[in-house]
């Protein structure tokens, strides 16, 4: 008599979205090579796409449905076991690394700079994450467009994809900024590698 064996699929610990074409979705899977699938396809570490919309992607993950955006990173529940917190970013057009994340739990975008030497975020980004500069350090902070008044601060919690640090060296701009930048105060803290146009950050400490 014959059994029918049930098949085993492995279940992925970080997903990224590294782009959409044709209505298929490129997929980066526990930091792997990228995977092209079409809607209702499922990788073999059990990622299931649901549907492309534009430049967002819902996938199926330990039985969640989840969206992601272009860049955009989701750990799965088991990644709390699955050893070091690990998040991936996919290079955009100009070649920079940016991601969506969180300061003190309100949402911000990053942008990796690895020349600069702390977190740099802008006047208005942190008070939307309750920054208190009142007993904050001011001092002088050479730019690109010249030297600008700051605030050296300590954040409670900085949040990038799966990762999470606590108490992370920053500067508060006097000016806004487009962006936050992700500097050395945060990546010192994570292994760094780069493959292609993927940068997979690994937390060491």
């Known amino acids: 008599m014959l ?56 996938v199926e993950i330990d039985d969640r449905r989840v969206k992601l955006r272009i860049g955009e990173n989701v750990a799965s529940s088991r990644s709390a076991n699955a050893g070091p917190a690990t998040v991936n970013l996919n290079a955009d057009a100009q070649g920079h690394f940016a991601a969506e994340g969180s300061i003190n739990g309100a949402p911000v975008r990053f942008l990796v700079d690895t020349g600069a030497t702390v977190i740099a975020m802008g006047r208005t980004d942190a008070k939307r994450a309750s920054v208190n500069l009142a007993r904050a350090t001011p001092v002088t902070v050479q730019t690109a467009n010249g030297v600008v008044r700051a605030w050296r601060v300590r954040l409670n919690s900085v949040k990038v994809g799966s990762v999470t640090l606590s108490d992370v060296e920053a500067a508060v701009m006097e000016t806004d900024m487009p962006q936050v930048l992700l500097g050395m105060s945060f990546l010192n803290r994570m292994d760094m590698q780069r493959n292609g146009q993927i940068m997979t950050l690994r937390q060491r400490f």
């Open 3 to 58: 059994c029918a064996l049930p098949a085993f699929v492995a279940q992925a610990a970080d997903v990224s979205l590294a782009g959409v074409f044709g209505g298929k979705a490129v997929l980066v899977v526990d930091g792997g090579s990228p995977r092209t699938l079409a809607p209702g396809a499922r990788s073999p570490e059990g990622v299931k796409l649901l549907s492309v919309e534009g430049d967002i992607a819902w």
